[in-house]
């Protein structure tokens, strides 16, 4: 489980974390999402130990990430940016992990060869973007790690690739209860993949939740009816086209039915909600100009 | 063996869950047959495995399949609808007739079948 | 791998090596060229054994200042070169290995290809000079030794700067400052004080120079000496080998690479990854660098802004060197603003550093020409001086002189000079024949208390000074001429011998015309005996040795002269060198001479 509490971040005077909480359960799939300059890539960076916090503090496991050996040996990363070390070949990179990470498995690295497809001699530097990205995830396969840390990793990659990278990622998520922590723009991808969501903005975390939990409980209804509304409902949000209300209200669906059963509606459907609006609708009642927040 | 329609706003593990119950009452998935395991079908479509976890959940809350530990899920035996339906149906056939004396065509019968199927989330055929 | 405390990995240390061995593979190249293929290449006639320790020792030479201090700073820059990205600082933050591990063996690689290259390269010419016959495995053993303790110097320092400086371009020139640093400033400082303070003698350098190593190195504080050996029969000395001089000093520097290396350790350590690429990559450094950054511009920007603007005569013109002080102080330490905060808009607040160090500055100069302690007015009582040294800029060794009367007459001539301070800074500012010249010359005390302090003046040499023996010329002119002054700076304190006579030769006009000229070696009995019969004698009488200080004008160049110049070397193979300029008066020398040939005031 990987636990952030309270952490504090300043470059120079700028806050770029500001008494952060986020928690990882043992095994989920977690989106990190926010706008840029939300302070996405700096949380991943304290809890893949390269920042030191200046309060608070990173735990994966209940101990320490920051110079711990053991945990980070259990911990692969993939960054935004990849390091190209000068004229090394995926074959050199190999060797290399294979001496830095104690549990690399190389007869996995030979055995996902076909998968990624990767030239192994040619120097590393002549890769494209994506390619490159694609090594650094065959590398960090092959270490089964137990935490694997993506910063905004797929983009750059096309959508078989991404297909296939995320199948085995969830293969291992589901054999060996891997935790994954992807940092992303992609909604539509996160809601495939995920099964913990939290939004973060200026350095503060507005919302975490399990994906389940979000999208249970909120429903969005059209509703047509000469009755005043029934009580105990908590709307999100209403509108009126002609005679049709729209709105969307927190609960679950078979309670919000019930409940607005009370006022005989004409017309009373039920319409399932994409992950963008729920976070719309959840978020709104900040008062964040959500939209920018989101995407 | 599952698409998932990504345009479709449903939860995909009510969209999973649909498309298992469809094949399993059109008989594409026999009684008595093996499903996929949680993590197959995971690393196939490329989708969390608690997702997947939740369909069958909620497929075997509705009697659909059944889960042994250590084995799998498998198929469960639909319940022939032979006994005791002679009642409601006897109870049906003479409420249609009222309902045709009272101006109701065919067709606005069928109109009314399939929203009750809406009604109760059931797969249209 | 939790447990056992490491600190070494392998895959790590490989990469290191394999990252730089351009670098080292031409390192090993150039040696080989250099050393053992030069020695069986290159033959020389008379003493093989004796030429081939001198190209090794040369070698050595060469080896442990120059080549080591670019050596040492290419290879701490390609190894830790992935400090100055925050891409690869933090892929290398984020392994699992303990900061402490990657930094001890990636120091550990780059001393490898240091020290390894070397000890191939020593065998190697080991072999080579064994193989011509020529064993010389004392001379390789220095090699090493000196090239080994350059190398653990330079390349310490060279890693201390990559943990401090994080920018990639900022650290070789951090690196080429530091080593000059102490020096260059050294002599500006005093320069500068020289001009206002009365009195003040320039910085001889050499304590400061062992702070700037690559100066001291480039200036011989490290070389190869011959070693000279008597021969009784000839009476000459011969040259029967080379020694390396400077060990005490590559030792000490070998110490403080060490030091280095450790305070690198600790810095690695705490330092934070997200001043990678920053200048200054340790927080708590930064305003140390400001503030050294500034004083540092100041007088190095301020001296050379004088130097531009011509300014001759520093002393007069106090404000102006103020001023231009002030402005390299603006300059440097707006700069250094600039490179901390990464912006060129820094002019808006942080004014008070600057004023701050401007007070500094002006508190420093101000006191200096002022005399607040009391520096340019110190005079001495007679009593207390043991002994005095009087020399002139053109004087090499110069002993004490005890002599109570020649000590009065040189506190005498102190008096008269602090007494006449704007007499003699007016007549040297107003030197107007280009003839006329300005006399430096020093006055040191040691006081019975053992403490000792030296003085410099300049002495205008005028038309009307020259001859006039009230002026400062005039009495310094006598007081430099009396006879123990003259000794002092003609023979060395220590007992002479024959075998003490390293070199001697006299060279000069052989009639008196001018129009011949000829060079003599004497052996070092015939120089004993010159310098002990006629040379000694001669001074005491006060005919030889006797300067005198004319305008250039009044100084013929045609005149025929002939001088004698002998190398005394003591028991420890240091050497003095003295010279004489034979004066007509000085009958014994002249004599001696002219059995040698040469005549120069021979009457025709």
């Known amino acids: 489980m990987i636990e952030v509490q309270n952490l504090t971040k300043r470059f120079d005077d700028f806050p770029a974390l500001d008494g952060l909480s986020l928690t990882v359960p043992q095994g989920s799939v977690y989106g990190l999402i926010g706008p840029n300059g939300a302070g996405k890539t700096t949380v991943i960076r304290h809890i893949t130990g390269i920042y030191r916090p200046d309060s608070g503090n990173v735990r994966i496991d209940g101990l320490p990430v920051y110079e711990n050996t053991a945990v980070k040996s259990r911990m692969a990363f993939i960054p935004d940016e990849i390091y190209v070390p000068g004229s090394v070949t995926v074959r050199d990179m190999m060797q290399f992990w294979r001496g830095v990470y104690p549990r690399f498995d190389a007869s996995r690295f030979s055995a996902l060869r076909d998968v990624f497809q990767l030239s192994e001699t040619?120097?590393?530097?002549?890769?494209?973007?994506?390619?490159?990205?694609?090594?650094?995830?065959?590398?960090?396969?092959?270490?089964?790690?137990?935490?694997?840390?993506?910063?905004?990793?797929?983009?750059?990659?096309?959508?078989?690739?991404?297909?296939?990278?995320?199948s085995i990622l969830l293969d291992d998520v589901a054999e060996c209860g891997t935790t994954v922590l992807v940092s992303s723009h992609n909604l539509r991808e996160l809601e495939d993949v995920c099964d913990h969501v939290g939004v973060m903005h200026h350095g503060r975390m507005l919302l975490e939740r399990s994906l389940a939990e979000l999208q249970d409980n909120v429903v969005k209804v059209q509703l047509v009816t000469e009755n005043p509304l029934p009580e105990g409902l908590t709307i999100l949000h209403s509108s009126m086209t002609g005679r049709i209300q729209t709105l969307i209200l927190r609960g679950r669906q078979h309670e919000v039915a019930d409940l607005l059963a009370q006022c005989h509606p004409m017309l009373c459907d039920l319409l399932p909600l994409t992950l963008e609006e729920v976070f719309i609708y959840e978020l709104g009642g900040a008062n964040y100009d959500v939209k920018n927040i989101v995407l | 063996m599952i698409s998932i329609n990504y345009r479709d706003s449903r939860p995909i593990y009510e969209q999973i869950q649909h498309e298992?119950?469809?094949?399993?009452?059109?008989?594409?998935?026999?009684?008595?047959?093996?499903?996929?395991?949680?993590?197959?079908?995971?690393?196939?479509?490329?989708?969390?495995?608690?997702?997947?976890?939740?369909?069958?959940?909620?497929?075997?809350?509705?009697?659909?399949?059944?889960?042994?530990?250590?084995?799998?899920?498998?198929?469960?035996?639909?319940?022939?609808?032979?006994?005791?339906?002679?009642a409601p149906l006897a109870r049906f056939r003479a409420s249609v007739r009222e309902l045709r004396t009272l101006g109701f065509s065919t067709r606005e019968l069928h109109t009314f079948l399939d929203d009750l199927d809406k009604e109760d989330a059931l797969p249209h055929d | 791998m939790t447990s056992r405390t490491s600190c070494f990995n392998r895959a790590i240390f490989r990469r290191a090596l394999r990252r730089t061995a351009p670098l080292w593979i031409l390192y090993l190249v150039f040696w080989i060229a250099a050393l053992p293929v030069q020695l069986l290449v290159?033959?020389?006639?008379?003493?093989?054994?004796?030429?081939?320790?001198?190209?090794?020792?040369?070698?050595?030479?060469?080896?442990?200042?120059?080549?080591?201090?670019?050596?040492?700073?290419?290879?701490?820059?390609?190894?830790?070169?992935?400090?100055?990205?925050?891409?690869?600082?933090?892929?290398?933050?984020?392994?699992?290995?303990?900061?402490?591990?990657?930094?001890?063996?990636?120091?550990?690689?780059?001393?490898?290809?240091?020290?390894?290259?070397?000890?191939?390269?020593?065998?190697?010419?080991?072999?080579?000079?064994?193989?011509?016959?020529?064993?010389?495995?004392?001379?390789?053993?220095?090699?090493?030794?000196?090239?080994?303790?350059?190398?653990?110097?330079?390349?310490?320092?060279?890693?201390?700067?990559?943990?401090?400086?994080?920018?990639?371009?900022?650290?070789?020139?951090?690196?080429?400052?530091?080593?000059?640093?102490?020096?260059?400033?050294?002599?500006?400082?005093?320069?500068l004080l020289e001009a206002f303070v009365y009195g003040m003698p320039e910085s001889g350098g050499s304590v400061a120079m062992r702070f700037s190593p690559l100066i001291c190195f480039l200036e011989g504080g490290v070389q190869p000496r011959s070693i000279y050996v008597y021969n009784g029969e000839t009476a000459v000395y011969d040259t029967v080998g080379y020694g390396f001089q400077g060990w005490q000093y590559l030792l000490i520097l070998g110490a403080v690479g060490v030091l280095f290396a450790v305070l690198a350790f600790f810095l690695y350590r705490s330092r934070e990854m997200e001043l990678c690429g920053d200048v200054i990559a340790v927080r708590a450094l930064r305003p140390c660098f400001l503030y050294l950054f500034t004083i540092g511009c100041s007088f190095v920007l301020g001296y050379f802004i004088l130097f531009l603007l011509g300014a001759q005569s520093l002393s007069s013109n106090f404000p102006l060197v103020l001023t231009c002080l002030l402005a390299g102080a603006f300059l440097g330490y707006f700069a250094a603003r600039m490179m901390l905060q990464k912006t060129l808009r820094v002019f808006s607040d942080g004014w008070w550093g600057y004023f701050v160090c401007c007070a500094v500055i002006l508190i420093v100069f101000g006191s200096a020409r002022l005399d607040i302690f009391g520096y340019s007015g110190r005079l001495p009582d007679t009593d207390e001086i043991a002994s005095v040294r009087v020399m002139t800029y053109r004087d090499d060794t110069v002993g004490s002189v005890t002599d109570p009367?020649?000590?009065?007459?040189?506190?005498?001539?102190?008096?008269?000079?602090?007494?006449?301070?704007?007499?003699?800074?007016?007549?040297?500012?107003?030197?107007?024949?280009?003839?006329?010249?300005?006399?430096?010359?020093?006055?040191?005390?040691?006081?019975?208390?053992?403490?000792?302090?030296?003085?410099?003046?300049?002495?205008?040499?005028?038309?009307?000074?020259?001859?006039?023996?009230?002026?400062?010329?005039?009495?310094?002119?006598?007081?430099?001429?009396?006879?123990?002054?003259?000794?002092?700076?003609?023979?060395?304190?220590?007992?002479?011998?024959?075998?003490?006579?390293?070199?001697?030769?006299?060279?000069?006009?052989?009639?008196?015309?001018?129009?011949?000229?000829?060079?003599?070696?004497?052996?070092?009995?015939?120089?004993?005996?010159?310098?002990?019969?006629?040379i000694l004698p001669d001074i005491e009488d006060g005919t030889l040795g006797q300067t005198e200080f004319r305008t250039t004008g009044s100084q013929s160049k045609s005149d025929p002269y002939v001088s004698v110049s002998f190398d005394l070397t003591d028991a420890f193979g240091v050497t003095a060198y003295y010279s004489f300029t034979v004066s007509q008066e000085a009958s014994r020398t002249l004599a001696y001479l002219d059995k040698l040939g040469f005549r120069p005031f021979a009457d025709s």
């Open chain 2, 20 to 86: 298992l119950h469809r094949m399993i009452l059109s008989g594409g998935l026999a009684a008595g047959s093996r499903l996929p395991s949680v993590r197959e079908l995971a690393a196939e479509l490329a989708i969390n495995p608690n997702t997947i976890q939740r369909a069958y959940r909620e497929l075997e809350a509705e009697g659909v399949i059944l889960s042994i530990a250590g084995k799998g899920s498998f198929v469960a035996e639909l319940p022939k609808p032979e006994k005791g339906a002679d």
């Open chain 3, 42 to 191: 290159a033959r020389s006639g008379s003493s093989p054994a004796v030429s081939a320790q001198y190209t090794i020792l040369t070698a050595a030479y060469a080896g442990c200042g120059v080549v080591s201090f670019v050596y040492g700073l290419a290879t701490a820059w390609l190894i830790f070169n992935w400090l100055f990205r925050s891409r690869s600082a933090y892929f290398y933050a984020s392994l699992p290995v303990r900061r402490q591990t990657v930094f001890t063996t990636q120091y550990c690689a780059g001393l490898l290809i240091g020290l390894l290259p070397n000890l191939i390269v020593c065998l190697l010419t080991m072999a080579a000079a064994a193989s011509l016959g020529l064993p010389q495995p004392w001379a390789c053993l220095q090699w090493l030794g000196a090239n080994c303790l350059g190398y653990l110097f330079f390349y310490s320092f060279a890693v201390l700067m990559c943990m401090v400086v994080g920018q990639v371009a900022a650290m070789p020139i951090f690196y080429l400052v530091f080593n000059c640093a102490v020096y260059v400033l050294d002599k500006i400082v005093h320069a």
């Open chain 3, 405 to 534: 009367a020649v000590i009065a007459q040189t506190t005498a001539l102190q008096k008269y000079l602090l007494d006449n301070q704007p007499e003699v800074e007016r007549q040297l500012r107003h030197l107007r024949s280009s003839d006329s010249y300005g006399q430096s010359f020093y006055l040191e005390y040691t006081l019975k208390n053992g403490k000792q302090f030296t003085r410099k003046y300049t002495a205008a040499v005028t038309a009307e000074t020259q001859s006039d023996p009230e002026s400062l010329i005039g009495r310094f002119s006598a007081l430099y001429n009396a006879v123990p002054v003259v000794l002092s700076r003609s023979s060395p304190a220590w007992e002479l011998s024959a075998r003490n006579f390293s070199y001697c030769s006299v060279s000069g006009s052989t009639d008196a015309d001018g129009s011949t000229y000829d060079s003599v070696d004497l052996n070092s009995r015939e120089a004993y005996a010159l310098f002990t019969d006629c």
């Open chain 1, 122 to 166: 040619k120097p590393f530097r002549r890769f494209s973007k994506g390619m490159q990205k694609q090594a650094m995830f065959w590398l960090a396969i092959c270490i089964k790690p137990d935490y694997l840390i993506l910063d905004e990793p797929i983009d750059g990659l096309d959508p078989v690739m991404r297909r296939q990278i995320w």
